[in-house]
């Protein structure tokens, strides 16, 4: 059964800093990864998906790489802002998707 | 733009009440997921399906059932509702295309059980 870790739990940091998020995952045999944004009682927003294929993505400031052999991810977000304030969250597609439970940040102004 | 809609945002109901939940998509998407999501859990899988008709257990299946009698309308169903089924609940689709197969959630519904 595919078990997906994210650490930190949670994290504050000032504005204007830069953000690293981790993943990590057991079994190395999927279709592509998937980073999401929660805000606060609302749904999930995709933000990136890599495939098992590549070795990152980018989107405007967030950066996701991923080595599908040790099992791990990193979602890097550039000079964060408040804006930036949610809950990520990392999931696996190995046929269906697993989730991490979740990484809280507060971007301080 | 995408759109996954879902019939209510929050809920409240007495144990033993049946419940339904209902998720529509407008994107023509084959799969369509419910989830629940509970704090320090991350979000588990329910139920899915793959096509109209079908459906598949998740990891949590026990106090659940699910109904998709047309493409673009998945529901969840709770027979007899217990205080344990409170939680938020995500519905998600997404199209069945060769290894990319990005989710789009719904805003969730948070059921109150009482």
């Known amino acids: 059964k595919q078990e997906v870790t994210q650490i930190p739990a949670a994290l504050s940091v000032p504005e204007g800093e830069n953000l690293v998020l981790n993943c990590s995952f057991t079994d190395s045999a999927i279709y592509n990864l998937q980073w999401f944004r929660q805000d606060p009682g609302k749904g999930l927003t995709s933000l990136l998906l890599i495939q098992s294929s590549q070795r990152e993505q980018t989107s405007g400031r967030l950066n996701a790489s991923l080595d599908k052999s040790s099992g791990r991810s990193t979602l890097y977000i550039a000079a964060s802002q408040p804006g930036d304030s949610a809950t990520y969250l990392c999931a696996v597609n190995d046929y269906k998707l697993s989730f991490g439970a979740g990484t809280t940040v507060t971007v301080r102004a | 733009d995408v759109k996954v809609t879902q019939s209510s945002r929050y809920l409240v109901k007495r144990t033993g009440e049946k419940v339904f939940l209902e998720c529509v998509q407008d994107m023509d998407h084959e799969n369509m997921f419910w989830y629940r999501q509970d704090p320090g859990l991350g979000l588990r899988l329910i139920y899915f399906s793959y096509d109209v008709k079908m459906k598949e257990k998740g990891d949590i299946p026990e106090g659940y059932s699910v109904s998709r009698e047309k493409k673009e309308r998945f529901s969840l169903i709770l027979e007899s509702a217990s205080t344990n089924q409170t939680s938020m609940y995500l519905c998600?689709?997404?199209?069945?295309?060769?290894?990319?197969?990005?989710?789009?959630f719904g805003p969730g519904t948070r059921l109150l059980v009482l």
């Open positions: 998600a689709s997404s199209s069945r295309t060769g290894g990319e197969e990005t989710q789009y």
